[in-house]
């Protein structure tokens, strides 16, 4: 079995309509990864145990989406250098909650965030940056780069 390079976390079952597309965004890269679901509140220890678990696999970024009094991401985040990027989820409150639980960290222990629910950009974001030191991800990045901006302008012509 291959090394995995990105785990992804979420803090609940819940969580997975929406974070399995970072799965199947990366999986579309070839990019091995782990998927576990640890609650930074509910199961504290286990989502520790996994993070350290991880490193030590050799997993290199790490994704983490949670919803409401979204912790999640920080808290992975305090446990490694290694970066984090976080994806609040929608919620009763339109997921702006869990946007300012992932997005407002204190200064020293950063969590990149993306957009409410933006599960796809999270698992790019975390490609590119295993692309930095890998040409080939790196090409496969800037062909998809390209197809997207020919479809648009093929979709321009035809209006
Ligand atoms: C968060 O609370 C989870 O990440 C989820 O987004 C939200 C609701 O969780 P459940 O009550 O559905 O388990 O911890």
Redesign the pocket.
């Known amino acids: 079995m291959k090394q995995a390079k990105v785990a992804i976390f979420?803090?609940?079952?819940?969580?997975l309509p929406v974070m399995s597309k970072a799965a199947e965004l990366l999986a579309a890269y070839g990019v091995e990864h782990t998927v576990t679901v640890a609650?930074?509140?509910?199961s504290p220890e286990f989502l520790h145990e996994r993070v350290a678990e991880s490193e030590k696999e050799g997993v290199q970024v790490f994704v983490a989406?949670?919803?409401?009094?979204?912790h999640?991401a920080g808290v992975l985040a305090s446990r490694t250098v290694k970066p984090v990027i976080g994806v609040p989820?929608?919620?009763k409150l339109s997921g702006f909650d869990?946007l300012l639980s992932t997005v407002q960290m204190p200064r020293g222990v950063p969590v990149a965030t993306v957009a409410i629910e933006g599960a796809e950009n999270a698992a790019l974001l975390a490609v590119q940056i295993l692309a930095l030191a890998d040409p080939a991800l790196s090409k496969r990045l800037m062909d998809e780069r390209k197809r997207q901006a020919s479809e648009i302008a093929q979709k321009g012509r035809k209006k």
């Open positions: 979420m803090g609940s079952e819940s969580d609650s930074a509140h509910r989406g949670a919803g409401g009094a979204a999640l989820m929608g919620s869990s």
